[in-house]
Each structure stands twice: as structure tokens, then as C-alpha cells.
């Protein structure tokens, strides 16, 4: 779908011609005999606002059906909600923390186990397939080390057992990847991030590719009710009528960060799919369009507080969780989002005391890169300062 297709898929309002999208702020609409109605009864079951984004996110991930929920934790809680006690799930081990924490503390209780594999090796995944795997679940790429694993192999092997694959298609975006192409069943988004991509609001969307699965992801939308109010249905279309241009951009600045990251001596590695020496750079190449805005980076001084110094001293990334908005921002890992993983665990995966990320926003690259090269500069000063005897007569 190209920047036209995407624009012109968002129709003008047939009642009164308004070419934005109406914003229909309300609970019930007026039937003219019992049972009787335009298509719309309840505001939970189906509202024109949240229709015009489901249609459009089916349109843009080439699904057959798509569904708005207040979050991208509850969209995937309605993916899992198709499973059944007994059931079980193989998830990539890097896995958003969030569905990680919604798998193992909400999920396991109701008897549904899941094993986390290493997906970059599909064989990994083939080799743990039972006779009661009936989900496979993955993120390309992953946060925060940015794995790839191959969507379309990943798919050959969910169909030979019968299990559906569902891809979390967040960092990518169906901008740069479209899961369902490539064999994939289901595809959820936290479009909180780039499809909103303003940093203002949380929204989750669910893209299903076949009659039966939509039907079942419908009933469970409106029978547990998480659904995406109006207003915030309105925004994630603005947001997505920029995206193309958003993405592209967000990715080229991005590509120019991680190549000046990579020759700063002060750096032990930098994570990014478009970098050709990324270990699955490859596979990304023929899956992604773009390579999208996030980027790690740790220290060979492997110390949080060498780290903390350099964020402390970034202007133009702010230090906030979340990702894909237009203003840059700048993350510790492990003392933020992966602080609850044990450290051996998060250390195996990739995620050192000292690792980085950074969502590159829509400022000048010149200026992100200026910015960072201030944060070195700065961290140079300091531990030659360490290292000078006559330090205190330094001024
Ligand atoms: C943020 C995120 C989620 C969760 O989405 P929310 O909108 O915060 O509920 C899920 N998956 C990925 C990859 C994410 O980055």
C-alpha cells in the first residue's frame, strides 16, 4: 500500500462530506423498530468512529478483518483469549515484557503453558511444537536488542502443525512489513507507538486474515469489552495518514544515528536490522521495506552509571519509555523497562547494564547526531577527570 492508498483509504463522511473523519461521541444510536437499526445498536458492539480504523488497519495489513482495543496489551489479550486450557503457546524469548507478564501471570493460571524460544533459528520453534501447540507468537523486530526472526519460514512451520502464528508488528509497521503476506494468521499492533505516532495516546489493534478467526476475535471484543473509545479511534487515522512519511523518515534518520554510533570507540555494540553487520541483516532485507526508528547501543565500560551519565547529558532525547513518537526519546533498559527480569536472564538476551535504546524521532538527524556527540564529548571529560591526579585543581 503506497502513501495514496493509504490516504484514500480513509473515506470522507457519506452523511455530510466532512473529510476528516467525524468523531461520533456516543453510547446508543436510535433504532427504527425494535431490531431495526443503520448497523449500529451499541456503542461497545460497533461505533462508526472505531469502524473507520478496523477497516483500515484490515486495508493496510492486508487482513480480512480489523479490530480497535483501548491497548496493545488488550489486543493481544484477545489473541489469547481464542486459546483454551491445555492449549499451548511458543513465543519468542525476547517478547514485549507486557505480554510476557500478561502470558505467564494471568495466562498460566488458566492452564495455558508457554515455552520461549530463541525464534531468530525457526528450528527452535520446530522443535518444541507439540500436539497441543495451537499459537505461535513473535515479534520482528524485538525490543530491545531488535532480533529478526523469518516470518515466512516461522508460517511454513505453523501451518504444517496446524498452530496460528501471530505477529506483533509494532517496531515494523505494516509500512515496512506486512506479517500476513507472509503466511502470517494474525498480526497486533500497540499503536500507541509509530501508527499513532504522536506519543499521545495507548491503543491496540488486531488483524485477522479469514472469516472464522474474525468472528471469533469479534465476539471476544465486544463479550470482554476493551475497546477503543472514539476520540482516541480518531486520533490513531490522523496518525496513520502520516505514516508513510513518518516511517520512511524515522528509519532513514535512524540508519544515519546507528552508523555514527558504530564509530564511536566509547561503543561496544549498536543494534539495528539496517546495519549490515546485524546479525539477521539479511532476513530483514527481505521482509522489511524499512528498518523503522529504534536503535541499541551499550558501552564497553559496561556500568548503568556510565550510561545514566551519557542520558543525563542528551537534549533532544528525552529519557521516557514507549517509542515511535515524533520527538526522540532515550531509555535504560535495565533499570526501567527490563528491571524486573532477573539480571543473569536479561543479561543472556542481550541486555547489558549499560545498553541504550533510542527511538529516533523527526528532528534533523545532523542535530540528533550533534546531541549525541555532546553526550560523548561530556563522558570523555568526566572520566579523564577520573583519571587526572590533579583533579581537584581542575576548575
Ligand atoms: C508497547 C508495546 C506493546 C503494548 O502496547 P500498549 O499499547 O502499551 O498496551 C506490545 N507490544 C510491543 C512490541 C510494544 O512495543
Not at 50 to 71: I, P, T, Y
Not at 255 to 282: C, R, S, W
Not at 330 to 355: D, F, W, Y
Request: charged share 20%.
Amino acid at each position: 500500500m503506497n502513501n495514496t492508498e493509504i490516504i484514500h483509504s480513509i473515506p470522507v463522511d457519506p452523511l455530510t462530506g466532512s473529510i476528516s473523519v467525524p468523531i461520533y461521541q456516543t453510547s446508543t444510536f436510535v433504532q427504527d423498530a425494535p431490531g431495526v437499526h443503520k448497523g449500529f445498536d451499541y456503542a461497545r458492539s460497533n461505533n462508526p468512529t472505531r469502524q473507520v480504523l478496523e477497516n483500515l488497519a484490515a486495508k493496510l495489513e492486508n487482513g480480512h478483518a480489523g479490530f480497535a482495543f483501548a491497548s496493545g496489551l488488550a489486543a493481544i489479550d484477545a489473541v489469547l483469549k481464542l486459546l483454551k486450557s491445555g492449549d499451548e503457546i511458543i513465543a519468542v524469548d525476547d517478547i514485549y515484557g507486557g505480554a510476557f507478564r500478561l502470558f505467564t501471570h494471568v495466562y498460566q493460571k488458566f492452564g495455558i503453558d508457554v515455552t520461549y524460544v530463541d525464534s531468530t533459528n525457526p528450528e527452535n520453534i520446530a522443535k518444541n511444537i507439540t500436539a497441543k501447540t495451537k499459537l505461535i507468537w513473535i515479534e520482528s523486530p524485538t525490543n530491545p536488542t531488535l532480533k529478526i526472526s523469518d516470518i515466512q519460514s516461522i508460517a511454513s512451520i505453523a501451518k504444517s502443525c496446524g498452530a496460528w502464528l501471530c505477529v506483533d508488528n509494532t517496531f515494523a509497521t505494516p509500512v515496512a512489513q506486512k506479517p500476513i503476506n507472509l503466511g502470517a494468521d494474525i498480526v497486533v499492533h500497540s499503536a500507541t507507538k509509530y501508527l499513532g505516532g504522536h506519543s499521545d495516546l495507548i491503543s491496540g489493534l488486531v488483524i485477522t486474515t479469514n472469516e472464522i478467526l474474525s468472528e471469533k476475535i469479534k465476539f471476544i471484543q465486544n463479550a470482554s469489552g476493551g475497546i477503543l473509545a472514539p476520540f482516541d479511534s480518531f486520533l490513531v487515522i490522523r496518525g496513520i495518514e502520516t505514516l508513510g512519511l513518518r516511517f520512511q523518515k524515522h528509519s532513514e534518520n535512524a540508519q544515519k544515528i546507528a552508523e555514527y554510533l558504530q564509530t564511536k570507540t566509547e561503543v561496544d555494540h549498536v543494534y539495528y536490522p539496517g546495519l549490515a553487520d546485524h546479525a539477521n541483516h539479511n532476513v530483514a532485507k527481505k521482509q522489511m521495506k524499512y528498518f523503522g526508528g529504534v536503535i541499541s547501543f551499550d558501552f564497553k565500560i559496561n556500568d548503568e552509571n556510565v550510561a545514566s551519565e551519557f542520558i543525563k547529558n542528551l537534549r533532544f532525547f528525552k529519557l521516557a519509555e514507549s517509542l515511535g513518537g515524533v520527538k526522540s526519546l532515550c531509555c535504560l533498559p535495565s533499570q526501567m523497562t527490563h528491571k524486573s527480569i532477573p539480571e543473569a536472564t536479561r543479561i543472556a538476551s542481550g541486555v547489558s547494564n549499560s545498553l541504550i535504546r533510542l527511538s529516533v524521532g523527526l528532528e534533523e538527524a545532523e542535530d540528533l547526531i550533534h546531541d549525541l556527540e555532546n553526550a560523548f564529548l561530556q563522558l570523555e571529560f568526566h572520566n579523564n577527570q577520573d583519571k587526572n591526579p590533579n583533579r581537584a585543581t581542575i576548575n
